[in-house]
């Protein structure tokens, strides 16, 4: 299903800090490569030793096929100093003494322009992302950048492709069976309606108002999986129908009507946390179910303003099929003990059945995340490690952006971010986490001026598969997070 304003979007501003919004925006359910992780194959395994003769003599650095080169390039073996370094033929080879375990790579992307908001309007400004990778031989010796945004995107003088045909189809529904019907909404990947909601607006779906009526819906061509709910007045879900394998263009349902019965009314399901802090609150939790076959996707939580966060309604058992699986995200925050600090913890499940417990990670300490705030800062990184014990994968990111523009201080400014990887054999039990300072290296970054904002966030991420694997059919992911802002000095 394509989302457009989703209703996440009406919960996430009650988190206290916009960097979280972004991250979650982007990430819930998807891979940790979206995250920020620099290197795709970091990690096939946890725990330190060294691996003294049998480490390989080089690790090799792929910038993919296609994408922008960066504009400048520097590496460190062990505890050496950082030296600038050159890419051939797009690959970085970094050559690693027999008796030598860690090393970094760091890479500039070119300066991209990017629009910024300000009381005085909008204007158009250059955003420059440096990227820092600190790794480990047991981590794998063929990697891959991430890859820089194209500074200059070219403009095609082509013909635009044709636009698909649009089908118009008819369905006719009857949910005069299920008590407090308010309204009936269609869920497909193939149709072009959207649906607006309380705070929010689905793509792919239509609707009508009542218990019964007619869909008149254009849809692509193709074979797809139709969701059919039916909402009270505040939009939770009552029942639902699914139409697998739908064929577009033809009739739906073979011309015959759905008519709802109360063995498709969906099962209230409420979800039990662990682990949530003294002083932290759920803040939010969204589920949704997805088909088996053609992909129809819809959510199934609460979505009324007067809705509890931790309800969400089960696809009943007749309108399933195998394959099919709920998304399970839910977040928690910390209470604002320090103005400059805030925390977060997420988690993201899979599963092929309804999920009553959620178990938060232990979070990190809401009172600190940086035992420096100079120009280039240390994080605090000591972590208990996930209470899920499948969540075997941990990888650490940190991220400082400056000037942190706010939106009453004029005139807009370029824009300045730095996003350090650390892998846990690289880490080797260590509590901190320093930024390198790169700066004496020609084409890298120089620090914050003092009194600059600077924004900042530290996380950590878990997954029950490794990294450069095939994730599972019902993978879980989870990331505890702390941000803030503090004054360069």
Same mark, same amino acid.
């Given at each position: ?31 940790? /490569? ?63 003494? /027999? ?5 970094? =790579? ?23 992302? #440096? =990227? ?124 015959? @009507? ?38 129809? #996707? ?116 370029? /824009?300045?971010?730095? #996003?350090?990887?650390?892998? @846990?054999? =690289? ?44 994730? @599972?059919?019902? @993978? ?14």
């Amino acid at each position: 299903m394509r989302r457009y304003g989703y209703v996440a979007d009406r919960q996430l501003p009650r988190w206290p800090c916009s960097r979280l919004f972004r991250i979650l925006k982007a990430s819930c359910a998807l891979p940790l /490569s979206m995250l920020g992780i620099v290197g795709t194959a970091l990690l096939t395994g946890c725990g330190g030793g060294a691996i003294g003769s049998q480490n390989p003599q080089s690790i090799n650095v792929q910038i993919p096929p296609g994408s922008v080169m960066p504009t400048a390039v520097a590496t460190q073996v062990g505890t050496g100093a950082w030296k600038a370094a050159t890419l051939q033929n797009g690959q970085l080879t970094i050559d690693i003494p /027999s008796d030598t375990q860690n090393y970094a =790579y760091a890479y500039v992307c070119p300066a991209f322009p990017q629009t910024t908001n300000a009381n005085n309007g909008t204007a158009t400004t250059m955003g420059t992302i #440096e =990227y820092i990778s600190e790794q480990s031989v047991e981590d794998g010796t063929s990697l891959t950048f991430n890859a820089c945004q194209n500074p200059n995107p070219s403009t095609s003088t082509s013909p635009p492709p044709p636009s698909p045909q649009i089908n118009t189809v008819s369905l006719n529904v009857d949910a005069t069976a299920i008590p407090n019907t308010a309204s009936v909404v269609t869920y497909s990947s193939l149709s072009v309606g959207t649906v607006s909601v309380p705070g929010g607006s689905f793509g792919g779906a239509y609707s009508i108002s009542g218990n019964k009526g007619t869909f008149t819906m254009g849809m692509n061509s193709g074979t797809t999986d139709i969701a059919v709910v039916a909402y009270d007045q505040n939009y939770n879900p009552l029942a639902t129908y699914i139409l697998y394998s739908q064929t577009i263009p033809g009739p739906l349902n073979g011309g015959n @009507p759905i008519v709802f019965t109360a063995s498709d009314e969906t099962v209230p399901v409420t979800v039990t946390d662990q682990n949530v802090p003294s002083g932290w609150g759920n803040d939010f939790l969204n589920v949704t179910f997805l088909t088996s076959g053609n992909r129809a #996707e819809f959510s199934i939580s609460s979505l009324g303003l007067s809705g509890s966060t931790n309800l969400y309604y089960a696809v009943p058992a007749s309108q399933q099929k195998s394959g099919s699986s709920y998304t399970v995200f839910a977040a928690a925050s910390s209470a604002n003990t320090n103005a400059n600090v805030s925390g977060g913890v997420v988690v993201d499940i899979t599963s092929p059945n309804p999920v009553t417990t959620i178990a938060f990670p232990a979070p990190f300490p809401a009172s600190d995340g940086i035992s420096t705030t100079a120009a280039w800062p240390t994080f605090n990184v000591a972590y208990p490690g996930f209470s899920n014990p499948s969540l075997t994968t941990t990888i650490w990111n940190a991220d400082i952006s400056w000037p942190g523009n706010q939106y009453n201080q004029p005139p807009p400014q370029n /824009s300045y971010s730095l #996003e350090i990887t650390a892998t @846990p054999t =690289y880490m080797n039990g260590a509590t901190t986490l320093p930024v390198p300072d790169l700066s004496s290296i020609p084409g890298f970054m120089a620090p914050p001026s003092a009194g600059s904002n600077v924004q900042w966030s530290v996380t950590v991420n878990g997954q029950n598969y490794p990294n450069g694997s095939p994730a @599972p059919n019902y @993978p879980e992911y989870s990331f505890a997070q702390i941000f803030g802002s503090y004054t360069s000095q």
